[in-house]
């Protein structure tokens, strides 16, 4: 395991690890690891939560119209297929418009290939991810209780 390149997220739910891929997405990964660092992240839900499809958080307000007050990312789109467990920025229709929100896939979703950054893919602890609570928005929605790189923890 690459501590530098792994993300622990504590959800409520349970643990969950995440490989990072700089390799797909250098700018993407150094954002997330930025916002994990700063706590950007603790206590954010998940806003957005469709069975069979994928799991949606990252925005402070919970509404799935803000993010972060950092610039947005320019898009670096790549071939890594959007599988189950796999992690990827959302965004306005604008491709260069990711900034902290993402997503995680529950199921195959390859429509999105393509046109979405993916930056990451669970390892362990998908089970946790199955279990949030479902919605758009979820009435109880589940939360990231913290998100460290795994070398700072």
């Known amino acids: 395991m690459d501590a530098e390149n792994t993300l622990i997220l504590e959800l409520d739910t349970g643990p969950v690890t995440i490989k990072l ?4 997405a250098p700018g993407h990964v150094e ?9 950007f992240y603790d ?11 994928m799991a949606q958080g990252g925005d402070p307000t919970g509404t799935g119209m ?13 071939k890594q297929p959007h599988v189950r467990g796999v992690c990827s920025m959302a965004r306005s229709s ?15 979703a390859t429509f999105l290939d393509n046109q979405y950054t993916v930056w990451g893919e669970v390892m362990d602890g998908m089970e946790n991810v199955d279990a949030l ?7 109880e929605p589940g939360k990231i209780v913290s998100m460290k790189v795994a070398a700072d923890a």
């Open 21 to 24: 891929r700089p390799d797909l």
């Open 31 to 39: 954002r997330i690891k930025e916002l994990a660092r700063e706590g």
């Open 43 to 53: 206590g954010v839900v998940f806003h957005r939560v469709i069975p069979g499809f």
């Open 66 to 78: 803000s993010g972060s007050k950092k610039p947005h990312l320019k898009a670096e789109f790549s």
């Open 94 to 108: 604008d491709p260069n418009s990711a900034n902290s929100q993402f997503f995680i896939c529950f199921d195959d």
């Open 133 to 139: 609570p479902k919605g758009e928005p979820p009435r």
